[in-house]
């Protein structure tokens, strides 16, 4: 389950980005979580994923 506050995720999704996954389709395949939920959520707060840096920015 991931953490709804939207700036917890950030951190939790970049950490799990930075240190286990090589991109936001493998970790969201391996956590059977969708990405569209994931970027809609962190979008309104203000980031974007950058598949160039593998983070949200």
């Known amino acids: 389950m991931l953490p709804k506050d939207p700036i917890i995720l950030l951190s939790y999704i970049n950490t799990k980005l930075r240190d286990?996954?090589?991109s936001?389709?493998?970790?969201c395949d391996d956590?059977?979580?969708?990405?569209?939920e994931i970027?809609?959520?962190?979008?309104?707060a203000?980031?974007?994923?950058?598949s160039g840096l593998n983070k949200f920015v």
């Open 24 to 27: 936001l389709d493998d970790l």
């Open 20 to 22: 286990e996954y090589s």
């Open 39 to 44: 970027e809609e959520s962190l979008s309104a």
């Open 46 to 50: 203000g980031f974007d994923y950058d």
């Open 31 to 36: 956590l059977n979580e969708s990405r569209s």
